[in-house]
T-cell receptor, first 111, second 114 residues
Framework: GQQLNQSPQSMFIQEGEDVSMNCTSS?????WLWYKQDPGEGPVLLIA?????ELTSNGRLTAQFGITRKDSFLNISASIPSDVGIYFC???????????FGTGTRLQVFP | EPEVTQTPSHQVTQMGQEVILRCVPI?????FYWYRQILGQKVEFLVS????????KSEIFDDQFSVERPDGSNFTLKIRSTKLEDSAMYFC????????????FGPGTRLTVL
Protein backbone atom coordinates (compact mmCIF):
# COMPACT_ATOMS: atom_id res chain seq x y z
CA GLY A 1 0.00 0.00 0.00
CA GLN A 2 0.93 3.65 -0.11
CA GLN A 3 3.39 4.69 2.57
CA LEU A 4 5.02 7.94 3.59
CA ASN A 5 8.46 7.90 5.15
CA GLN A 6 9.80 10.87 7.03
CA SER A 7 13.33 11.86 7.90
CA PRO A 8 14.87 12.50 10.22
CA GLN A 9 12.97 10.57 12.87
CA SER A 10 13.91 13.16 15.49
CA MET A 11 15.82 16.41 15.73
CA PHE A 12 17.35 18.28 18.63
CA ILE A 13 18.21 21.88 17.81
CA GLN A 14 19.02 25.18 19.46
CA GLU A 15 16.49 27.98 19.49
CA GLY A 16 17.04 30.22 16.49
CA GLU A 17 18.30 27.48 14.19
CA ASP A 18 16.61 26.58 10.92
CA VAL A 19 15.10 23.12 10.50
CA SER A 20 14.44 21.00 7.45
CA MET A 21 12.55 17.72 7.29
CA ASN A 22 11.55 15.42 4.44
CA CYS A 23 8.73 13.18 3.42
CA THR A 24 9.04 10.63 0.64
CA SER A 25 6.84 8.04 -0.97
CA SER A 26 7.27 5.28 -3.51
CA UNK A 27 3.96 6.30 -5.11
CA UNK A 28 2.51 9.58 -6.33
CA UNK A 29 0.41 11.81 -4.12
CA UNK A 30 -1.72 14.59 -5.59
CA UNK A 31 -1.88 16.54 -2.34
CA TRP A 32 0.67 16.92 0.41
CA LEU A 33 -0.30 18.09 3.87
CA TRP A 34 1.92 19.00 6.79
CA TYR A 35 0.47 18.66 10.29
CA LYS A 36 1.93 19.44 13.70
CA GLN A 37 0.96 17.47 16.78
CA ASP A 38 1.56 18.79 20.27
CA PRO A 39 1.71 16.23 23.11
CA GLY A 40 -1.78 14.92 23.93
CA GLU A 41 -3.39 16.92 21.13
CA GLY A 42 -4.74 16.25 17.66
CA PRO A 43 -2.87 17.05 14.44
CA VAL A 44 -3.15 20.68 13.39
CA LEU A 45 -2.80 21.56 9.72
CA LEU A 46 0.19 23.77 8.96
CA ILE A 47 0.44 23.82 5.17
CA ALA A 48 -1.44 22.21 2.29
CA UNK A 49 0.17 21.70 -1.14
CA UNK A 50 -1.92 20.90 -4.21
CA UNK A 51 0.36 21.28 -7.25
CA UNK A 52 3.67 19.68 -8.18
CA UNK A 53 6.47 22.19 -7.69
CA GLU A 54 4.35 24.41 -5.47
CA LEU A 55 6.23 26.30 -2.76
CA THR A 56 4.05 27.66 0.03
CA SER A 57 4.86 29.63 3.16
CA ASN A 58 3.00 30.09 6.41
CA GLY A 59 4.93 32.49 8.63
CA ARG A 60 8.28 30.89 9.45
CA LEU A 61 7.22 27.65 7.75
CA THR A 62 7.88 26.85 4.10
CA ALA A 63 6.90 23.65 2.34
CA GLN A 64 7.38 22.40 -1.20
CA PHE A 65 5.54 19.80 -3.26
CA GLY A 66 8.17 17.83 -5.18
CA ILE A 67 8.13 17.85 -8.98
CA THR A 68 7.90 14.05 -9.07
CA ARG A 69 4.91 14.19 -6.67
CA LYS A 70 6.71 11.63 -4.55
CA ASP A 71 8.25 13.93 -1.99
CA SER A 72 7.86 17.11 0.02
CA PHE A 73 9.94 19.06 2.48
CA LEU A 74 9.08 21.35 5.35
CA ASN A 75 11.43 24.08 6.56
CA ILE A 76 11.12 26.02 9.78
CA SER A 77 13.22 29.14 10.05
CA ALA A 78 14.46 30.71 13.28
CA SER A 79 13.00 28.00 15.52
CA ILE A 80 11.40 28.90 18.84
CA PRO A 81 10.53 26.71 21.86
CA SER A 82 6.86 26.42 20.84
CA ASP A 83 7.91 24.67 17.61
CA VAL A 84 8.44 21.56 19.75
CA GLY A 85 6.19 18.71 18.67
CA ILE A 86 5.80 15.97 16.11
CA TYR A 87 5.50 16.96 12.46
CA PHE A 88 3.60 14.64 10.17
CA CYS A 89 3.26 14.72 6.44
CA UNK A 90 0.04 13.26 5.07
CA UNK A 91 -1.72 12.73 1.79
CA UNK A 92 -5.02 11.36 0.57
CA UNK A 93 -4.96 7.77 -0.57
CA UNK A 94 -5.43 7.15 -4.27
CA UNK A 95 -9.13 7.24 -5.21
CA UNK A 96 -10.33 7.34 -1.60
CA UNK A 97 -10.70 10.06 0.99
CA UNK A 98 -8.68 8.54 3.79
CA UNK A 99 -5.46 10.27 4.80
CA UNK A 100 -2.21 8.38 4.94
CA PHE A 101 0.16 9.75 7.55
CA GLY A 102 3.92 9.68 7.56
CA THR A 103 6.03 8.24 10.32
CA GLY A 104 6.61 11.66 11.88
CA THR A 105 9.59 13.84 12.81
CA ARG A 106 9.90 14.70 16.49
CA LEU A 107 11.38 18.16 17.02
CA GLN A 108 12.97 19.32 20.25
CA VAL A 109 14.11 22.94 20.59
CA PHE A 110 16.50 23.90 23.36
CA PRO A 111 16.72 27.50 24.57
CA GLU B 1 -12.79 29.71 14.09
CA PRO B 2 -14.94 26.57 13.98
CA GLU B 3 -13.31 23.42 15.28
CA VAL B 4 -13.93 19.74 15.77
CA THR B 5 -14.61 18.84 19.41
CA GLN B 6 -14.36 15.46 21.11
CA THR B 7 -15.51 14.05 24.43
CA PRO B 8 -14.33 12.73 26.75
CA SER B 9 -10.72 13.80 26.62
CA HIS B 10 -9.71 10.66 28.50
CA GLN B 11 -11.63 7.42 28.96
CA VAL B 12 -10.49 4.57 31.17
CA THR B 13 -12.31 1.27 30.85
CA GLN B 14 -12.02 -2.38 31.76
CA MET B 15 -11.28 -4.94 29.07
CA GLY B 16 -14.50 -6.28 27.60
CA GLN B 17 -16.52 -3.15 28.33
CA GLU B 18 -18.22 -1.05 25.68
CA VAL B 19 -17.11 2.53 25.08
CA ILE B 20 -18.59 5.32 23.02
CA LEU B 21 -16.38 8.14 21.87
CA ARG B 22 -18.14 11.31 20.80
CA CYS B 23 -17.31 13.94 18.25
CA VAL B 24 -18.95 17.12 17.06
CA PRO B 25 -17.63 17.86 13.56
CA ILE B 26 -17.49 21.33 12.05
CA UNK B 27 -21.08 22.27 11.29
CA UNK B 28 -21.04 22.61 7.49
CA UNK B 29 -18.83 19.57 6.92
CA UNK B 30 -20.26 16.51 5.22
CA UNK B 31 -17.50 13.90 5.55
CA PHE B 32 -16.47 12.44 8.87
CA TYR B 33 -13.57 10.27 9.87
CA TRP B 34 -12.08 8.38 12.78
CA TYR B 35 -8.36 7.80 13.12
CA ARG B 36 -6.32 6.05 15.78
CA GLN B 37 -2.84 6.67 17.11
CA ILE B 38 -1.20 4.09 19.34
CA LEU B 39 1.31 5.72 21.69
CA GLY B 40 4.49 6.64 19.86
CA GLN B 41 3.20 5.58 16.46
CA LYS B 42 1.73 7.31 13.44
CA VAL B 43 -1.89 8.22 12.91
CA GLU B 44 -3.89 5.42 11.23
CA PHE B 45 -7.18 5.63 9.38
CA LEU B 46 -10.12 3.70 10.81
CA VAL B 47 -13.27 4.70 8.96
CA SER B 48 -14.88 7.38 6.82
CA UNK B 49 -18.57 8.27 6.84
CA UNK B 50 -20.69 10.20 4.38
CA UNK B 51 -24.41 10.53 3.77
CA UNK B 52 -25.20 8.40 6.81
CA UNK B 53 -23.16 5.43 5.78
CA UNK B 54 -19.63 4.12 5.94
CA UNK B 55 -17.74 4.96 2.75
CA UNK B 56 -14.50 3.20 3.63
CA LYS B 57 -13.02 1.27 6.54
CA SER B 58 -9.61 -0.14 7.31
CA GLU B 59 -8.75 -3.65 8.42
CA ILE B 60 -8.49 -2.32 11.97
CA PHE B 61 -12.20 -1.48 11.89
CA ASP B 62 -13.54 -4.94 12.61
CA ASP B 63 -16.95 -6.04 13.89
CA GLN B 64 -16.18 -4.63 17.35
CA PHE B 65 -16.31 -1.12 15.93
CA SER B 66 -19.30 0.86 14.74
CA VAL B 67 -20.01 4.47 13.90
CA GLU B 68 -23.18 6.47 14.02
CA ARG B 69 -24.45 9.96 13.41
CA PRO B 70 -27.40 9.89 15.82
CA ASP B 71 -28.45 13.49 15.20
CA GLY B 72 -27.45 16.49 13.14
CA SER B 73 -24.33 17.28 15.12
CA ASN B 74 -22.78 14.25 16.81
CA PHE B 75 -20.64 11.54 15.27
CA THR B 76 -19.81 8.58 17.51
CA LEU B 77 -17.40 5.67 17.52
CA LYS B 78 -18.45 2.64 19.54
CA ILE B 79 -16.13 -0.16 20.53
CA ARG B 80 -18.34 -3.02 21.64
CA SER B 81 -15.94 -5.14 23.70
CA THR B 82 -12.66 -3.36 24.31
CA LYS B 83 -9.33 -5.13 24.19
CA LEU B 84 -6.04 -4.07 25.72
CA GLU B 85 -4.69 -3.26 22.26
CA ASP B 86 -7.51 -0.76 21.70
CA SER B 87 -5.67 1.62 24.04
CA ALA B 88 -4.78 4.62 21.88
CA MET B 89 -5.67 8.19 21.02
CA TYR B 90 -8.75 8.34 18.84
CA PHE B 91 -9.14 11.36 16.59
CA CYS B 92 -12.23 12.52 14.80
CA UNK B 93 -11.86 14.59 11.64
CA UNK B 94 -14.19 16.25 9.18
CA UNK B 95 -14.18 18.10 5.89
CA UNK B 96 -16.50 19.50 3.26
CA UNK B 97 -15.56 17.68 0.11
CA UNK B 98 -14.04 14.27 0.74
CA UNK B 99 -11.13 13.30 -1.48
CA UNK B 100 -8.24 15.81 -1.42
CA UNK B 101 -10.13 18.30 0.73
CA UNK B 102 -8.32 19.24 3.92
CA UNK B 103 -9.40 17.28 6.97
CA UNK B 104 -9.60 19.08 10.31
CA PHE B 105 -8.87 17.06 13.40
CA GLY B 106 -10.30 17.16 16.89
CA PRO B 107 -8.12 17.12 20.02
CA GLY B 108 -8.62 13.40 20.49
CA THR B 109 -9.85 11.03 23.17
CA ARG B 110 -7.25 9.01 25.00
CA LEU B 111 -8.67 5.53 25.58
CA THR B 112 -6.99 3.40 28.20
CA VAL B 113 -8.13 -0.22 28.47
CA LEU B 114 -7.11 -1.99 31.67
Amino acid sequence: GQQLNQSPQSMFIQEGEDVSMNCTSSSIFNTWLWYKQDPGEGPVLLIALYKAGELTSNGRLTAQFGITRKDSFLNISASIPSDVGIYFCAGPSRDTDKLIFGTGTRLQVFP
Amino acid sequence: EPEVTQTPSHQVTQMGQEVILRCVPISNHLYFYWYRQILGQKVEFLVSFYNNEISEKSEIFDDQFSVERPDGSNFTLKIRSTKLEDSAMYFCASNTGGHEDTQYFGPGTRLTVL
